[in-house]
């Protein structure tokens, strides 16, 4: 048998295990007994030390070397699992250990801290987090590349701190100006009001999951106190969460895993459970995700079919018409939490957190100034002052489990959208009218064709230049958002 033969066999039953794996963290974020914590730890903990085995076998490199790939998609194969190999021999397997045990810790100390808002009672903890992963960086970047970058490569292959630099101080200028523009307007948009029966807004927003082509007979659709996507190829969940007061928080997660999880149901069948089988990079997922979320699903189009069907369930709301629960769904606030940011805000959160992340892996900024660090920043960028920790330093799970390159794919999974959205519309006339209608899949059979079902096939950013017929901008998406809430704010 040739030898790349044999590395793809030893390939698919990772890529099956990991799916274990996956499906035993989907258990414990939606059904699982809360008792049953340490048991799953343990047993999470048992299978990835299997898994560590098969990545750093010795005979994944005798099989590497002696293969010869005979075309393209054989050469992307490769690619993935040497990347995989690479990455797992050069962390020592105690470090790794240590790092799994620590972080997996340390979520339960940063969620009583971020409950009490006390970030001093998370410090201790975190600086341990981060010691581990200066450690791991510096034993993947080998004496060589910048620290920062050894960690975004896990994330998205390809960029480095400074690409991502260069076109986030592209955008920040503009971004800060539209934000300015749009509060000096005085224009305050209408807001929903009333109790929203949760039961239904599970209804609709199944509703509006099918109506985006996420297919329930490869997957569910459940909840989540954080909604997350999970799974691969004929198993891709998605979930979300309700609030009485919000439906549209409900409607607008749904959406945006939908945009996770058909991605990952969309790829190539033949791809399935090898290592070009699931979606390329975080930046390039996040592109899906938020432009079946924003360019599509908070469109005018698509909030007429969803204004419909909340006013015939929930009444009035509170709003006049089609018009005012548009203008709702994309109000823009000074708010304190990311996730919960409009699309103006958005990308502010994340150059403030890349600033911030990057100076504590490079040694620019301590644990112990962090906070202040961040409290500064939030109030120079955002004009408000950060009134407790939970709605600052402590919000998000990111740092606590030590994810640090992470948090800059959301913004070039923005910038991503918008070249997608844009030669979406140039390629795609009757995008629109199938939204008005409930019925994305003019523009999502766009994405499946373009990008989704790719897999792994291409380099990341390779996918959007061949979807789009040109190189990556951060001008498509400035210009939607100046021409969209310049529109709504009668700039
Ligand atoms: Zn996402």
Known sequence: MRAYENLMLHARDTAALKQVLGRLGWDQETVMPRGAAPQRAEEMAALDRVLHARKVDPQVADWLEAADPADAEEV??????????????????????????????????????????????????????????????????????????????????????????????????????????????G??????????????????????????????????????????????????????????????????????????????????????????????????????????????????????????????SFGDMGLADAEAFHAAVNAVDSGFIRTEADEVHYNLHILLRFDLERALIRGELEVDDLEAAWNDRFEADFGVAVDKASNGVLQDVHWPVGLFGYFPTYTLGNVYAGCLFEALKAGVPEWESGLARGDAGAATGWLREAVQQHGSLYHPREVIERATGRPVSVEPLLAYLEEKFGALYDL
């Open 76 to 185: 992307a194969q490769l690619h993935q699992i040497r990347r995989e190999f690479d990455r797992a021999t050069k962390v020592p397997a105690d470090l790794s250990a240590e790092l799994t045990r620590v972080t997996s810790l340390s979520q339960g100390i940063w969620a009583e801290a971020r409950a009490n808002d006390d970030f001093n009672a998370f410090a201790p903890t975190f600086s341990e987090v981060l010691s581990l992963r200066r450690q791991e960086a510096a034993a993947l970047a080998g004496g060589g590349d910048d620290l920062y970058d050894a960690l975004l490569d896990d994330y998205e292959p390809g960029e480095t701190s400074e690409s991502l630099a260069a076109m986030f101080a592209a955008m920040r200028p503009r971004l800060v100006a539209l934000r300015e523009r749009i509060l000096g307007s």
């Open 187 to 312: 224009k305050a948009m209408p807001r929903l009001s009333g109790c929203f029966d949760e039961a239904v807004q599970m209804q609709l927003t199944e509703a509006a999951a099918r109506a985006f082509g996420y297919d329930f007979d490869r997957g569910r659709l459940d909840k989540a106190v954080h909604p997350f996507s999970s799974g691969q190829g004929l198993d891709s969940r998605i979930t979300t969460r309700t609030s009485p007061h919000d439906p549209l928080g409900c409607f607008y997660s749904t959406i945006h895993e939908v945009g996770h999880g058909c991605y990952e149901q969309n790829v190539r069948r033949d791809f399935l459970l090898t290592p070009i089988g699931e979606g390329v990079s975080m930046g390039v997922h996040e592109s899906q995700s938020r432009i079946y979320e924003n360019q599509l699903g908070r469109g005018r189009a698509f909030t007429g079919w969803l204004y419909e069907r909340c006013r015939d």
